[in-house]
T-cell receptor, first 115, second 113 residues
Framework: GAGVSQTPSNKVTEKGKYVELRCDPISGHTALYWYRQSLGQGPEFLIYFQGTGAADDSGLPNDRFFAVRPEGSVSTLKIQRTERGDSAVYLC?????????????FGPGTRLTVT | SQQGEEDPQALSIQEGENATMNCSYKTSINNLQWYRQNSGRGLVHLILIRSNEREKHSGRLRVTLDTSKKSSSLLITASRAADTASYFCATVFSSGSARQLTFGSGTQLTVLP
């Protein structure tokens, strides 16, 4: 079946603009994760959904970042008033269950560039 | 913040040689996973080892875990040029509601043909 998909694959925006990044998880996966990866670094956790609710949003860097998953499948990461420091690859992952040992499957990421 | 360190940061070997990458972490874990990433994009899950396991094999991959030293190693045997990629270890905490992966900074492996 289809893996995790993310759109757009690349997004260039101007400083101060609003952007939305979309994640389509694997069908039936109840857990969904957002990570951010800066150049030369490992991914860093942003937020985790179990179903429709955000179970852990401790990784969101500030209140400009927000994510939703209204129907428990597709998720949108929203960034307001973008800053150049937000430039990174944003990765989405899903897992079948939100258990400790569940394998996470990653999408190809969205490369965000803020000019 | 990153959970731990990986070393070396970069490794260059000849095809056919073995590659060993090490990972250290800071907190008690439920499991540790190794991922591969090509060209800074999608991560591919390689292997998961649980905190009560000491060694695990998958094809040409061998992973060890030493919870007393909070460290793990990934061995790729008989490397191929196609193994060239960045390799990351990632941990899942052993308690609380956290389910996210906490990644190390990665090892860039180059296998020369």
């Amino acid at each position: 079946g289809a893996g995790v998909s993310q759109t757009p694959s690349n997004k260039v925006t101007e400083k101060g603009k609003y952007v939305e990044l979309r994640c389509d998880p694997i069908s039936g996966h109840t857990a969904l994760y957002w990570y951010r990866q800066s150049l030369g670094q490992g991914p860093e956790f942003l937020i985790y959904f179990q179903g429709t609710g955000a179970a852990d949003d401790s990784g969101l860097p500030n209140d400009r970042f927000f994510a939703v998953r209204p129907e428990g499948s597709v998720s949108t990461l929203k960034i307001q008033r973008t800053e150049r420091g937000d430039s990174a690859v944003y990765l989405c992952a899903s897992s079948e269950l939100g258990t400790l040992g569940a394998e996470q499957y990653f999408g190809p990421g969205t490369r965000l560039t803020v000019t | 913040s990153q959970q731990g360190e990986e070393d070396p940061q970069a490794l260059s070997i000849q095809e056919g040689e073995n590659a060993t990458m090490n990972c250290s972490y800071k907190t008690s874990i439920n499991n540790l996973q190794w991922y591969r990433q090509n060209s800074g994009r999608g991560l591919v899950h390689l292997i998961l080892i649980r905190s009560n396991e000491r060694e695990k094999h998958s094809g040409r991959l061998r992973v060890t875990l030493d919870t007393s030293k909070k460290s793990s190693s990934l061995l790729i045997t008989a490397s191929r040029a196609a193994d060239t990629a960045s390799y990351f270890c990632a941990t899942v905490f052993s308690s609380g509601s956290a389910r996210q992966l906490t990644f190390g900074s990665g090892t860039q492996l180059t296998v020369l043909p």
